[in-house]
């Protein structure tokens, strides 16, 4: 028998129980977890098929129905992050062949349109630059013009930090015969969701965003004309992970194995949830547009300029302009390293040229808004073209 692989000595020294740093994470997710949550996280895990812990399920329903306003029946929160409820949305619906038209405003459509037409969809997209939201005229005009069987738009575009209004968008799906799809990563529990008053059909969401909770679930909701289309598939769901039809046999009354619940995670979920309702919803909604404004109103009474405008703005995720000459990157990696403090930069068309600051589900709060707005106040003209003294060097990570 050959000898066992070895850690090397090098690394084998180095090797302590881990000791991550509590960093305060205004970036443009994951952000903090609430500490009840994180205690959840920490029992010892059951069984997936255990009585508790199938009541515990039905609850993370319950839950989930209430924070997305909605009567939806299929309401489940998926194994993976929010890419995989986005997955799961079309995986199930989808048909190779069926026309799909994506609403693109920025990264997050873009990766709608990547992923719709890898299961062979016809995807048509319409768009608008990165910093604007679609009217209902130029939506109809698509819806018209394409007649797809899906429209998919991002609700919280968080790589813009833009808002899209959603009055009169289901109604207008109705009417042309296509069912809604939402991304509300970045809104569901932070900023107004009305999913069934909107019309939506189907919609999904992350754990790490607006709901206080580490990254590895992605609640996941398909109303009755999304389960039609489903149920009326020529084939199977192409993908049998994120397969709703055998997970509603785990998740609705069979209670049939499919795959290991990470249980852990929906504890951390049925925790978050709870919080939510024990604030309510709209109190959860409020406080985030409070704290929002407040961030807003104190980056520009410092001259500084934010990306979108007023009314599509976003309380979750600010897109604040890198004023001309400053380099982005290294004052972000000073609060990193100096404060522990992350915030984002731009992705995409917008790479270099904003900040993305996340007031998100536990991190929403007024003493965060004061720390983050005096260390602008404070630290950021030392990064200023010109600036003579002070200039921490950028310590790469
Ligand atoms: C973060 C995000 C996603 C992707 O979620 P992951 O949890 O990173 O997989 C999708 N859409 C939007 C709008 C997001 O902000």
């Not at 998926?78 to 693109?104: R, W």
Request: glycine content about 10%; some cysteine; overall charge negative.
């Amino acid at each position: 028998m050959s000898a066992l692989h070895t850690v090397n000595n090098a690394h084998r020294r180095a090797l302590g129980p881990i000791a991550t740093p509590d960093r305060l994470l205004l970036g443009p997710g994951p952000s903090n977890a609430h500490p009840t949550v994180l205690q959840a996280l920490s029992r010892n895990p059951i069984g997936h098929l255990d009585p508790l812990y199938v009541e515990l399920m039905g609850e993370v329903q319950e839950l989930l129905r209430y924070a997305w306003q909605t009567d939806n029946r299929l309401t489940i929160p998926m194994s993976g992050t929010g890419s995989a409820a986005m997955e799961a949305a079309l995986a199930n619906t989808l048909e190779p062949g069926d026309k799909v038209l994506i609403a693109v405003k920025g990264y997050f459509g873009l990766r709608l349109a990547d992923m719709a037409g890898r299961y062979r969809a016809d995807v048509v997209t319409i768009e608008r630059p990165w910093g604007e939201a679609f009217t209902l005229e130029e939506i109809e005009a698509a819806l018209r013009e394409h007649r797809p069987a899906i429209l998919g738009m991002v609700h919280a575009e968080t790589s813009t930090g833009i808002l899209q209004p959603m009055e009169g968008v289901g109604e207008l799906c109705r009417q042309y015969g296509c069912l809604l799809l939402l991304d509300t990563v970045t809104s569901l529990g932070a900023v107004p969701v009305h999913l069934d008053d909107w019309q939506v059909d189907l919609a999904y969401s992350c754990s790490q965003k607006g709901l206080s909770c580490p990254p590895g679930l992605g609640p996941f909701t398909m109303g009755p004309r999304a389960e039609a289309k489903m149920e009326a598939r020529r084939g199977k769901v192409p993908n049998w992970y994120l397969d709703v039809t055998l997970l509603n046999q785990y998740w609705g009354t069979d209670r049939v194995y499919h795959h290991t619940a990470p249980v852990n995670m929906n504890f951390g979920m049925r925790e978050a949830l709870r919080l939510l309702a024990e604030e309510g919803l709209e109190h959860a909604w409020a406080r985030h547009r409070r704290n929002a404004e407040s961030l807003w109103a104190g980056l520009e009474a410092l001259g500084l300029e934010l990306h979108a405008p007023e009314h599509l703005r976003l309380p979750t995720l600010t897109t604040v302009r890198i004023p001309e000459g400053v380099d982005g990157k290294a004052f972000t990696l000073h609060l990193l390293n100096k404060h522990g403090i992350e915030v984002g930069g731009g992705l995409g068309a917008l790479a270099g040229k904003v900040w993305r600051i996340g007031l998100m589900g536990y991190n929403s709060r007024a003493e965060n808004v004061e720390l983050l707005l005096e260390l602008f106040r404070t630290e950021l003209p030392a990064f200023r073209p010109g600036a003579q003294t002070g200039r921490p060097a950028a310590v790469a990570v």
